[in-house]
């Protein structure tokens, strides 16, 4: 069984989304700016080297409906070509599209995972959204916290890492480029 990981980009000051998360931003105002490393047209070696182990350590994703919601319309798939399951309170059916499906599910983090393990394999679980990585961070249920650190200050938006109580982290790589310092932690159960 692979590793279940919570993967954000966070500026200095805490935030994974800018303020007013919609569909005309969804990363909030300012937010994408979280992400220019992964997009850039000259990506820095390093950063090039932590999307790809990523992308190639992932067998399943676990999405919250927020994410899903503001997500969809641009990926226009699954955010990457694995089953993904969307956490949420709503029953819909599947939703098949071109490089996977999403698989709508309504019964907590715990069976979530249980879903999203099997599909996943030997492959790692990679958890998106910051309501659902708090939720799985505050259930125990995470092994890695990826932080893409930013040198930017939102001032305001969607915070990771805030009404957990106390959880204990142990660093366990750092990679610095010039856009981002990538900060690796395992959760200490």
């Given at each position: ?17 800018g303020r007013h998360v919609g569909n005309e931003h969804p990363m909030g105002e300012g937010g994408m700016r ?16 932590v999307v790809a182990a990523i992308s190639a350590s992932v067998g399943a994703v676990v999405v919250g409906r ?124």
């Open positions: 069984m692979g590793t279940v990981v919570l993967y954000k980009s966070m500026s200095l000051d805490g935030f994974v989304a979280l992400h220019e490393w992964m997009f850039t047209d000259r990506p820095d070696p390093r950063d090039r080297e927020r994410t899903f919601d503001v997500g969809l319309p641009h990926w226009q798939d699954t955010p990457y070509p694995v089953p993904t399951f969307v956490l949420t309170h709503q029953v819909r059916d599947e939703l098949v599209m071109k490089s996977a499906a999403f698989t709508f599910v309504t019964d907590g983090v715990a069976d979530i995972l249980k879903s999203a393990q099997a599909a996943a394999g030997d492959k790692d679980v990679i958890v998106m959204g910051a309501q659902t990585g708090r939720q799985f961070l505050g259930a125990g249920l995470l092994d890695e916290l990826h932080i893409n650190l930013v040198p930017v200050l939102l001032g305001g938006g969607t915070r990771l890492l805030e009404d957990l109580g106390p959880i204990e982290l142990e660093r366990v790589q750092v990679i610095a480029s010039d856009a981002v310092t990538h900060l690796r932690f395992r959760v200490v159960q």
